[in-house]
């Protein structure tokens, strides 16, 4: 029981990543019918702007006189934090434990900015383009980003810490009567499933009451239609652009301190939520929270031991055995509308 | 001639030529030249190209006719290449019957997949098609390692049992006792051209497959396919039965996957699971659109675009940079090596992407299209007056 | 008995009753035109006749044979060809493929292997779409793109491809909707002409009277999803309860 | 054989065409030397096959470097290096048998497949005699098959299956690196005196051949001194949140979690297993440890803080000749002239593509001769020292070097970023000795040395 809980946790806490980047995803392509392979390279920049605002936080000058010597024998210079000499000794050091709750007020800026960038200087030269082509320079787009990460940051993963706050893991079992350390969880982690919940309350609640989402949504619904009645729906669609961006990005700067960012990571998650919005429904944003959510607790219970004595190497492939079998049973994925991708 | 168009028939010829001739197109640097570095000719190489080429071609029967885009056909390829790894293991290093088993079991199992996936159509039978091959990847990498030997990837050992083959059998791959590797070396002056067997035995093979793919373009069953991807509605209300027609178009196209599974295990037989990735899949996708999708030639140019970088410019290294730039001072040399250096080596990802974005965004249909555009504006210089609109029966060359 | 005999069909969407025991024959060899007002369920009715909708009860019969449960391309084959709202042409291909295409599906049936055919060799079946290209007046357009013709040109491509195709039953959904008048006249002079020619009934759909009036043998006039009257365009033209049914929608 | 033929069958035809040609290239003419590639010019290229791109690049780039140093020591520019402690003194600055080192490098992209590709283009292009490097098990395996039907040597990279030279040796094929049965057994005593010797393993392992191989020598060393093994849980390679399969570890009745992870795996494994919080929990009255069998630096760098504490082994380490004494000489001779050159000490991955260049060299130097049998011969039951492991033998039935195995463990408080693990203690090479028939190596057979021609 207290395994099938903590699954159902991990599930949750899983779908809640796969379901911000579908998100993301969806948006874009519900809104401007654009299937953007470079989603998961802003995901990617997401978590590298995490990683980058710690790096600034980490500048450091050298201390005039030598402490040591280095590996070659030669004196050393101990490092002295910008952080510290302008913000004191204990707020540098809370700067830096708390770089990356920061960062996400980093990153806005510049993933909307980003968003803005490609979608005038690239996207949407491509909205009348075969989707085949938008593909293509999608996905030489995400190439080319995570080259550029690659080239200045390296291919090997940059750790990226948490909050002191927030490191160590809330023990669930006590609270439900179970054994101590039966039901344990990351802090991080839960602070990313709230972190995730309220972005996606957020979309929703943003495009359910405000009168530029419901112009967004009819846009959606029919793009002809809500052109004719004389509202300029391209800015829009540029400002969702760099919404989804955002949000995107936002899901990468909290994912960083979770497995330390790489630059190949965004191609790592491209897949996977292509997959998380197809069986969602294409253009379907409940349904990308939906299939989301569902795929991470089945991925999780996947894993089990349990179940993998049964069928050996099933988390190898349940995200993919499960997509098969949603869209043979249901043509246009959960909540897909007809016609949306079908040609 | 062979039941193709005049036009066909020229095109078909010139790409024989070529390909007969490639030992020597591929390799026009004089071998101790700082050039040489861009030669393409040698044997591995050049079997890539016309492999890759057989796939391509094989996708564009699919993808360039029908429009289904599959994102799995890599699966087909990696099927291929381990059906013909254990026939050369268990029966003989001949490399006849391994392509054949290459083939049919690549075509069994894209009826299967094909005939799944193609219940559902647009994205949603990409990420079928995606799924099937991932799953394939997966299973191959971890527990299917008994069949597939994992990570390593599939070998032949000295010890596998071989029952056709005698005790003086050759132990490479070889076609009746000729070995793949074999080859012939021609050195005029500085130039030094390799003749492989194994090259002849893929580009003859490679030509087949062109030669049958210009005859399933032009027959009334390529039309019907070019039909489906342009009204499927009006397909259906002609008394046509449209999943028919896309199965045969998707198995044809998994055989030829398959086939060129086969000829890569028989040119190098090992056949690793990373061959069925959704990587390799993407990257066929990418040849044929890069190529120009829907064309005769596309598919190849593409392949051999993509194959060309991720061989020769990823060779290249900073102290060859440093070689060509040697002749000039030395501050600069240092500079343009400083500015070469990350799109070569460790970079060609990055080069590969940019010229992606730049062909899609100025050549939409592709370096075939960049090509007609160069041809019809040397045309155009030459005669203007010759304007026909005769060129519009048919979209596909 | 009629060519096409559907009886007591009915079709429900959720709450809507698109089709209330709608009983209707089609004699051969006639135009029957099948008029209404917007909502009345001309279209859903046509969709139960090609295959495209199954109806919760009723039967419908082509030529003693049941339509019902049959994909619209084996619908297709029995006899029954359809012709859009809007043409449905295979845009990419040229005028001639498009007339190709359906002297294929005559010969061959609903699917052919026939990958390393040679086209030239379709001596017959390349007679045939060139005379009908030659009958639809549109030889000379034999190497456009399908996509690029005017809306008057698709549309006698799209009723050359039904022909060419010999159906015994041609569906017209509003043909001349969206046309110019000079384009209307045209393809009733079409209608008119095949009409005559040929062995063939047509069932047409239309709004526009002008059209039912100059082509149709025979009326059904359908309203909030069934038959309220069915008799000869003269007779048509005075009953009071079309002018109720009409002047109601106008209204 | 005939296999590689460019050459035997080549020049009969071409002796017509020949008059024509001059300046052979200095590649084709290998029926005259009898092996492959033989170089006849005043240059012998080598193959530096290295991952450049994918999750493994900068160690791949830390590999070249060392190769790049190597060829530079060869060619007798820089400080010589470890030449100088090398125990053999053949080679003397100029060369290899007096030619001039030249080198080409390609891509193996982490991929069996790839990597072929750019090794046979290094053979068949560009006329490499030797190939060498790379990062993962897979990937020196298949191209040391490759090597093996082409006819040069293959001097393996980082790769720490036992397969390698187990059930797929290669007689063409050598390895410097260490194995996973020699991890198992350096570490087994190790984790005994630190952890006791009744402790309750719970296995993660990386679901392909080289983790199966280390993750069954690692529970068959520990279980001979008396753990148990709870569990063995497969990991899909493909993953990248392994919180699935950290969240039930605390409460299997495992006191130790092992990662048989490499690379981006073990950097998020070991990453989710220290935010799971399991190093600050009690299990079975004990403190709850984690394991990690294969270091290396760059993946200690990866993790980074989480590595406090953690014990695993290497097969050397730059801090080696400080730490552990004279025994080790030549490491600070290597950590000085690449720190010098790249202004941060060398990966055990650069150590022993170092390491396998010069052994390579000397080989040929000693054999006075490029061909690879020769070269086989020279370096079978070789003993040598100096190039910073101790003293080194390359036995002859499995073409494996023995050599003491470094344990390390993650430094709690780093001084700087090269000092992100210390050593623990040196195993010595007996303990890590086996036989070459043991049921972990058996199967496979080296077969006969292949020249090429």
């Not at chain 2, 500015?339 to 990802?349: D, S």
Request: hydrophobic share 45%; aromatic share 10%.
């Amino acid at each position: 029981m207290d395994a099938i809980i903590l699954q159902l946790l991990n599930g949750l806490d899983k779908g809640s990543a796969y379901a911000l980047i579908a998100l993301g995803l969806t948006l874009i392509f519900g809104t401007l019918g654009v299937v953007n392979f470079a989603h998961g390279a802003i995901f990617m920049i997401g978590a590298f702007c995490a990683v980058t605002l710690s790096k600034l936080f980490n500048l450091s000058h050298k201390s005039s006189e030598p402490s040591g010597t280095d590996f070659l024998g030669n004196p050393k210079y101990e490092d002295i934090l910008y952080v510290k000499d302008w913000f004191g000794e204990s707020f540098g050091a809370w700067m830096i434990d708390w770089s990356v709750p920061l960062a996400v007020i980093f990153a806005i800026p510049i993933m909307v900015g980003l968003g803005f960038l490609m979608e005038r200087g690239l996207i949407k030269h491509f909205y009348k383009r075969p989707h085949a082509d938008q593909i293509l320079v999608t996905f030489g787009l995400a190439i080319v980003l995570q080259e550029i990460i690659k080239y200045f940051y390296g291919a090997n993963p940059i750790p990226t810490t948490a909050p002191e706050a927030f490191r160590g893991s809330f023990d669930f079992g006590v609270l439900l009567g179970f054994d101590q350390n039966a039901i344990i969880y990351p802090y991080w982690r839960l602070v990313y499933f709230g972190f995730s919940a309220l972005i996606i309350g957020a979309v929703f609640a943003f495009l359910q009451f405000t009168t530029f989402g419901m112009v967004v949504r009819a846009g959606m619904a029919d793009r002809e239609t809500v052109g004719l009645l004389g509202i300029n729906i391209n800015r829009r669609f540029t400002i969702m652009f760099g919404i989804a961006a955002a949000v995107a990005g936002l899901a990468g700067v909290m994912y960083a301190p979770i497995n330390s960012p790489n630059y190949h990571m965004g191609m790592d998650f491209l897949v996977l939520s292509f997959v998380v919005v197809v069986v969602g429904g294409m253009g379907s944003l409940p349904g990308a929270v939906l299939a989301g959510f569902l795929l991470g607790i089945l991925e999780s219970f996947a894993s089990m031991n349990e179940v993998k004595n049964v069928l050996p190497g099933i988390d190898q492939i349940i995200i993919y055995l499960v997509a098969i079998i949603i869209l043979l049973t249901r043509p246009r994925g959960l909540m897909g509308r007809r016609g949306v991708m079908e040609e | 001639m062979l039941g193709l168009t005049p036009k066909d028939t020229t095109l078909l010829i010139i790409v024989a030529i070529l390909t007969l001739f490639a030992p020597f197109i591929l390799n026009p640097f004089p071998t101790d030249s700082a050039m040489a570095q861009f030669n393409a000719g040698y044997p591995d190489l050049m079997q890539r190209f016309v492999i890759f080429g057989i796939f391509a071609i094989g996708f564009n029967i699919l993808f360039g006719l029908t429009g289904y885009l599959s994102f799995g056909h890599a699966a087909f390829l990696g099927v291929g290449s381990y059906s013909a790894v254990w026939m050369m293991k268990l029966l003989t290093m001949n490399v006849i019957p391994a392509i054949v088993l290459s083939v049919i079991v690549a075509g069994l199992f894209s009826v299967v997949i094909g005939y799944i996936s193609l219940r559902r159509s647009g994205i949603y039978f990409s990420i079928l098609t995606l799924a099937f091959a991932q799953m394939s990847y997966n299973l191959a990498y971890s527990v299917l390692t008994p069949v597939t030997n994992g990570e390593t990837g599939l070998q032949i050992a000295l010890d596998d049992p071989r029952i056709l083959d005698g005790a003086n059998a050759p132990q490479y791959p070889n076609l009746f006792g000729t070995e793949m590797n074999d080859a012939v070396t021609m050195t005029l002056g500085p130039w030094a051209f390799t003749f492989s067997v194994g090259y002849y035995v893929c580009a003859i093979i490679m030509m087949l497959a062109f030669y049958l793919s210009i005859r399933i373009f032009r027959s009334p069953f390529g039309m019907m396919l070019r039909a489906v991807k342009s009204n499927q509605q009006r397909m259906n209300y002609t008394g046509l039965n449209t999943r028919p027609y896309t199965l045969a178009a998707f198995v044809i196209s998994g055989m030829y996957a398959g086939l060129a599974g086969g000829l890569m295990a028989s040119m190098d037989p090992l056949a690793g699971a990373e061959r069925m990735q959704w990587t390799a899949s993407g990257e066929v996708v990418l040849m044929t659109i890069l190529g120009g999708a829907g064309t005769l030639i596309g598919p190849v140019v593409g392949a051999g675009f993509i194959k060309y970088f991720e061989n020769i410019f990823s060779k290249i290294n900073d102290s060859i940079l440093h070689q060509w730039f040697s002749f000039m001072p030395e501050g600069l040399e240092d500079l343009l090596v400083f500015l070469v250096h990350p799109f070569i080596g460790k970079g060609w990802h990055l080069t590969l992407g940019l010229l992606f974005m730049l062909v899609v965004i100025f050549l939409p249909g592709g370096l075939v299209e960049g090509g007609q555009r160069l041809s019809k504006m040397f045309r155009r210089k030459a005669k203007t007056s010759d304007e026909k609109t005769d060129g519009k029966t048919s979209p596909a060359e | 008995m009629g060519i096409l005999e559907i009886k007591n069909v009915n079709k429900r969407f959720g709450g809507l009753q698109a089709l209330g025991n709608v009983n209707l024959s089609v004699a051969e060899n006639t135009v029957h035109a099948i008029i209404g007002p917007n909502g009345a369920g001309k279209s859903t009715l046509l969709n139960c006749l090609v295959g495209k909708l199954i109806p919760d009860t009723g039967s419908v019969m082509f030529d003693g044979q049941s339509v019902l449960g049959r994909a619209p391309y084996e619908i297709n084959q029995m006899g029954i060809s359809r012709v859009f709202q809007t043409p449905e042409i295979f845009g990419d291909l040229t005028v001639m493929e498009n007339m190709l295409i359906p002297c294929f599906a005559k010969r061959d049936g609903s699917f052919e292997m026939n990958a390393l055919a040679s086209m030239s060799k379709q001596r017959d079946i390349m007679e045939k779409a060139e005379q009908m290209l030659v009958d639809m007046n549109m030889a000379d357009k034999r190497h456009m793109h399908a996509a690029s013709m005017s809306r008057g040109d698709k549309r006698r491509l799209e009723i050359g491809m039904c022909l060419s195709q010999e159906p015994r039953l041609l569906l017209l959904d509003e043909p001349t909707a969206g046309m110019a008048r000079a384009d209307t006249n045209n393809t009733i002079d079409l209608l008119k002409q095949i009409s005559a020619e040929r062995d063939i009934t047509i069932a047409i759909i239309e709004h526009d009277m002008h059209v039912v009036f100059s082509l149709a043998q025979r009326i059904t006039v359908l309203a909030q999803g069934t038959p309220l009257v069915e008799d000869t365009p003269e007779k048509i033209k005075g009953h009071p309860k079309v002018r109720e049914a009409y002047l109601g929608e106008s209204a | 054989m005939s296999k590689y033929d460019v050459t035997r069958r080549g020049v009969l035809r071409t002796g017509a065409i020949a008059g024509a040609g001059f300046a052979l290239p200095t590649y084709l003419r290998a029926q005259e030397s009898g092996y492959l590639n033989a170089p006849t010019g005043s240059t012998v290229t080598l193959g530096f096959n290295v991952p450049q791109t994918g999750p493994y690049a900068d160690e791949g780039a830390d590999e070249l470097r060392a190769f790049e140093l190597a060829v530079e020591h060869l060619n007798g520019e820089g400080d010589g290096g470890m030449l100088n402690t090398f125990s053999s003194k053949s080679l003397s600055g100029s060369g290899i048998l007096g030619k001039k080192v030249e080198f080409v490098t390609g891509d193996t992209q982490t991929k069996s497949d790839a990597a072929r590709a750019s090794a046979k283009s290094m053979i068949e292009k560009d006329g490499a005699i030797m190939i060498s490097g790379g990062s993962s098990s897979g990937v020196a395996v298949a191209v040391q098959g490759l090597c093996q039907e082409a006819g040069v040597i293959f001097m393996a990279g980082l790769t720490h299956s036992n397969d390698t030279t187990g059930k797929d040796k290669k007689a063409n094929g050598f390895r410097h690196f260490f194995n996973a049965y020699m991890s198992a057994a350096a570490l087994a005593p190790v984790l005994k005196n630190l952890y006791g010797d009744d402790r309750r393993a719970y296995h993660l392992t990386a679901d392909y051949t080289w983790g199966w191989t280390q993750q069954e020598s690692i529970a068959a060393a520990t279980e001979a001194m008396g753990w148990e093994t709870v569990n063995n849980v497969l990991t899909p390679l493909a993953s990248t949140d392994f919180s699935s399969y950290i969240a039930p570890v605390l409460n299997s009745g495992a006191d130790v979690l092992v990662l048989n992870h490499y690379g981006g795996n073990m950097v998020n494994s070991l990453t989710n297993a220290v935010q799971f919080g399991l190093r600050e929990k009690q299990a079975n009255g004990k403190n709850f440890e984690i394991v990690v069998p294969l270091y290396s630096e760059l993946m200690a760098k990866g993790a980074g803080k989480n590595i406090a504490g953690i014990v695993g082994s290497q097969n050397w380490d730059w801090k080696l000749e400080n730490e552990m004494g004279d025994k080790y000489a030549g490491t600070n001779a290597f950590v000085k002239s690449f720190g010098e050159k790249y202004g941060f000490p060398p990966s055990q991955a650069a150590q022993t593509c170092y390491a396998q260049t010069l052994l390579y060299a000397d080989a040929a130097e000693r054999a006075g001769t490029f061909n690879p049998c020769a070269i086989v011969e020279a370096l079978e039951g070789y003993e040598f020292d100096g190039l910073g492991n101790g003293p080194t033998s390359y036995r002859a039935e499995d073409h494996q070097c023995f050599k003491d195995v470094v344990v390390v463990k993650g430094a709690a408080d780093p001084e700087d970023e090269f000092n992100l693990v210390e050593i623990v203690e040196v195993t010595p090479v007996e303990q890590v000795t086996y036989e070459p028939d043991h049921p972990m190596f058996a199967g496979g057979e080296l077969g006969q040395c292949n020249p090429g021609a």
